[in-house]
Structure formats: structure tokens, C-alpha cells
Nanobody, 121 residues
Framework: QVQLVESGGGLVQAGGSLRLSCAASGTIFSINSMGWYRQAPGKQLELVATSTSGAGTNYVDSVKGRFTISRDNAKNTVYLQMNSLKPEDTAVYYC???????????????WGQGTQVTVSS
């Protein structure tokens, strides 16, 4: 069983910063990718940033230069540093992890519970 615990959301003024964290725990053999998605009210789920082992990082165009994704592999934790926040960044942010629970297991996707980020103008 794998659990993802997110933290770090909140309310911030435009131009401010927040840092999201997501820690994976449980039976984990290897992690292929860790990332963040978001869903704003009335909109579809959107990929924000991903970090894939051996393949680097990827960002949606709207956050490039403002958000930075990083991983602490020893802690199975992914972070999202969000700077220069804009009201349009307001959304529920979800952590996503693609991992193998054991050497012979197929890869599986896991999602965090979501954390609200609200940016006021």
C-alpha cells in the first residue's frame, strides 16, 4: 500500500510564493516519475510539472520561469516551489506518483488528496 501526503497549500497575494510538498510512503521499490497537476473551478485537470527519472523535468508553458519542481529521492518526496503567483494559479493541486511497489510489480499511479492554492489579486 502506498500513501501520498501533501502539504503547503494556502492563501497568498499575487506575486507571492508557496511551496508544496508531497511525501510517498509505504511499499515502494522504485519511482519512475513524480509530479503535480491542478484543477481550477470549472476546468479540467491540468499537468503543471513532472520530474521523471532519467528524463528530467517538464512544465506547462504557463508556469515556466515561475515554478520549480524538485525531488528528494532519499525521502520519496517531491516539491513544487511556486513564485510570482498569479490569480489564475488558483486551483486544487494534486500530487501524482508513478511507481513500482516491488521488483516484479507493474507500474501504478497514485494521487495525493489535493491541496488548495488560492491567489488573491
Amino acid at each position: 500500500q502506498v500513501q501520498l501526503v501533501e502539504s503547503g497549500g494556502g492563501l497568498v497575494q499575487a506575486g507571492g510564493s508557496l511551496r508544496l510538498s508531497c511525501a510517498a510512503s509505504g511499499t515502494i521499490f522504485s519511482i519512475n516519475s513524480m509530479g503535480w497537476y491542478r484543477q481550477a473551478p470549472g476546468k479540467q485537470l491540468e499537468l503543471v510539472a513532472t520530474s521523471t527519472s532519467g528524463a528530467g523535468t517538464n512544465y506547462v508553458d504557463s508556469v515556466k520561469g515561475r515554478f520549480t519542481i524538485s525531488r528528494d529521492n532519499a525521502k520519496n518526496t517531491v516539491y513544487l516551489q511556486m513564485n510570482s503567483l498569479k490569480p489564475e494559479d488558483t486551483a486544487v493541486y494534486y500530487c501524482h506518483v508513478d511507481l513500482q511497489a516491488c521488483r516484479w510489480c507493474t507500474k501504478a499511479n497514485y494521487w495525493g488528496q489535493g491541496t488548495q492554492v488560492t491567489v488573491s489579486s
